[in-house]
């Protein structure tokens, strides 16, 4: 994967993103392929190439996002301190990754310290913004769900920056 616009390693360290991209694995898997499921280990960390990736949750697979832009981050919890992942990611059509330990990039990271804070904060902004997303759906298939808009609710910041 190129370090591009879309990509979480645009304009980072040379260095830092050699280092991941050299402990990076490519995957190619099939239509209806499980990437990881909900409750699964977290070790991972991907990253869209081409294809598309539904993560859905709970026992009857109610979709919540779906991934299908080059360079989409996929797997957050690998990353937050989840020690397992909160949805089920299963892929749609042909589709390739990029696949990462967990314990590599958090090495990169550490090793190359500021490229590890873009990189975080580059997840609170995908993550944010998912949020957000969610949030809409529920409005929409639910009604009135009011965004919380106390300036000491953390989504206030989030809500005020979309």
Known sequence: M?????SLFRDLEEHFVERVMYNAGKEHLPDGRVIFSQGDPAERAYFL??????????????LVYTADKPGEFIGWSSLT???VY???????????LLSIK?????????????SGMIIYERLAAILGSRLIRIYQTMSESYGDFPLPMDKDQPLHFIAAEA
């Open 81 to 83: 301190g989840g020690d």
């Open 2 to 6: 190129k370090s591009d616009k879309t």
């Open 102 to 114: 967990r314990e590599d990039l958090y090495e990169a990271m550490e090793r190359y310290p500021a």
């Open 86 to 96: 909160s949805a089920t990611a299963t892929t749609v059509g042909n589709t390739r």
């Open 49 to 62: 190439i081409k294809g598309t990736v539904e993560l859905t949750i709970g026992s009857e697979g109610r």
